[in-house]
């Protein structure tokens, strides 16, 4: 296109995008702004960290967990200026890769369709209602919403199949809450009250140490039995129809009657007897709920098949990388030295890098690595 004028190759809208490239000059003020006739705030005294804590101290209930300055962290750090802790830990989830790998990993389905959820969406699902759940019962929203953020950062790729294709590499076996806290999160230098949140969401693991972490426990539950049921009705695998009747009587049968249903028990329950639980009949609908879940969802024989192709692909990966050690990326590696091959070491690195992997990429490496071929990998991959 030698000698073309670039305005001739370039979209009107590209250069309207193009010409905003300063900002607007507000007048009189000395200031730039995203457009001339910005809305002005008014003049105001900053809200800084340490007016957000007295906020808090004020506003929280009493078994409500408080921010303090840096927080607790395994490495100590200076105070920001504005955030407080448990913000500061909410915005590094956010920000870190473990998060946005999420959006390439299963929650119910391999490789879904658009509309369906991911292990992202699930995430900010639970945020949503761990929030909701601490606003109205007057818990820390900062520290609910990072731990809810994080809670699923450990899970490795194609859902819980995973916890059963790593666990025999592991002393203690895979755990991906515990993962989560103790390997994936360890160089975001979160607070312990966040990192008790992740490691204990599970209900098969002790209790969490805060009340927001106990928010979070149900809030996963409950989004992700509601979602999940969403999901698989509109693939057609379930029918609404069939739902348990304890269920549609005491929730409903669509997703948002259930969220309100069991957030607003929750909500009445916590202020009733100051501890965060659902009431017994609501109690035995989520568990009813989830009871159909499985039975209908989780474990079809279709899932089954799904799970089974995981395990036996992300076996094979780590025992390939464990005796390929020099394959996996340095960032990857645990340890500045390479491990040598079919070491402990190498093990561990292999495990850790297989489990960071979303569900495509770790198709694309069985392919690449192990010479698969598309019919023995999980149904719904498509190497082109």
């Known amino acids: 296109m030698a000698g073309t004028e670039r305005g001739d190759v370039l979209s009107a809208r590209a250069l309207e995008w193009a010409s905003t490239m300063e900002g607007a000059r507000v007048r009189s003020s000395g200031v730039r702004a995203a457009h001339e006739l910005a809305a002005a705030a008014g003049a105001f005294d900053v809200f800084d960290r340490q007016a957000r804590e007295e906020t808090e101290e004020a506003w929280l209930a009493p078994g409500g967990t408080r921010a303090r300055g840096a927080g607790r962290r395994l490495v100590e750090e200076e105070p920001d200026d504005f955030r407080t802790c448990f913000e500061r830990d909410r915005?590094?989830?956010?920000?870190?890769?473990?998060?946005?790998?999420?959006?390439?990993?299963?929650?119910?389905?391999?490789?879904?369709?658009?509309?369906?959820?991911?292990?992202?969406?699930?995430?900010?699902?639970?945020?949503?209602?761990?929030?909701?759940?601490?606003?109205?019962?007057?818990?820390?929203?900062a520290l609910c919403e990072a731990i809810a953020l994080g809670h699923d950062c450990?899970?490795?790729?194609?859902?819980?199949?995973?916890?059963?294709?790593?666990?025999?590499?592991?002393?203690?076996?895979?755990?991906?809450?515990?993962?989560?806290?103790?390997?994936?999160?360890?160089?975001?230098?979160?607070?312990?009250?966040?990192?008790?949140?992740?490691?204990?969401?599970?209900?098969?693991?002790?209790?969490p140490a805060t009340p927001e972490g106990e928010v979070v426990a149900l809030a996963d539950r409950i989004a992700y039995t509601a979602h999940d049921l969403?999901?698989?009705?509109?693939?057609?695998?379930?029918?609404?129809?069939?739902?348990?009747?304890?269920?549609?009587?005491?929730?409903?049968?669509?997703?948002?009657?259930?969220?309100?249903?069991?957030?607003?028990?929750?909500?009445?329950?916590s202020s009733a007897t100051g501890r965060v639980a659902l009431s017994e009949p609501m109690g035995e609908a989520l568990a009813a709920l989830r009871r159909f879940n499985?039975?209908?969802?989780?474990?079809?024989?279709?899932?089954?098949?799904?799970?089974?192709?995981?395990?036996?692909?992300?076996?094979?990966?780590?025992?390939?990388?464990?005796?390929?050690?020099?394959?996996?990326?340095?960032?990857?590696?645990?340890?500045?030295?390479?491990?040598a091959p079919d070491s402990a070491a190498a093990l561990t690195q292999a495990v850790g890098y297989v489990a960071g992997m979303t569900d495509r990429f770790a198709c694309?490496?069985?392919?690449?690595?192990?010479?698969?071929?598309?019919?023995?990998?999980?149904?719904?991959?498509?190497?082109?």
Request: proline share 5%; charged share 20%.
């Open 230 to 269: 969403e999901d698989a009705a509109h693939a057609g695998i379930v029918d609404i129809e069939r739902l348990p009747r304890e269920v549609v009587d005491r929730c409903g049968a669509t997703r948002s009657a259930q969220l309100r249903a069991f957030v607003h028990d929750v909500v009445q329950v």
């Open 364 to 384: 694309v490496q069985a392919v690449a690595r192990l010479g698969w071929t598309a019919d023995r990998l999980p149904r719904g991959f498509d190497s082109g």
């Open 91 to 141: 915005d590094r989830i956010l920000h870190s890769a473990a998060f946005r790998r999420l959006a390439g990993k299963t929650q119910v389905f391999i490789f879904p369709a658009d509309h369906q959820r991911t292990r992202l969406t699930h995430a900010l699902e639970v945020a949503q209602v761990a929030t909701a759940l601490a606003r109205a019962s007057r818990l820390n929203v």
């Open 154 to 207: 450990g899970h490795g790729p194609g859902g819980h199949a995973s916890e059963d294709a790593l666990s025999p590499f592991l002393e203690g076996g895979f755990d991906h809450a515990v993962w989560g806290a103790e390997v994936t999160a360890l160089p975001l230098n979160l607070c312990v009250e966040t990192l008790d949140g992740i490691r204990n969401h599970s209900w098969s693991r002790p209790a």
């Open 294 to 339: 499985y039975e209908q969802i989780y474990l079809r024989p279709a899932s089954a098949e799904q799970s089974q192709r995981v395990i036996d692909m992300l076996r094979s990966l780590v025992d390939h990388y464990a005796s390929h050690p020099a394959e996996m990326p340095p960032d990857h590696r645990f340890s500045v030295a390479q491990a």
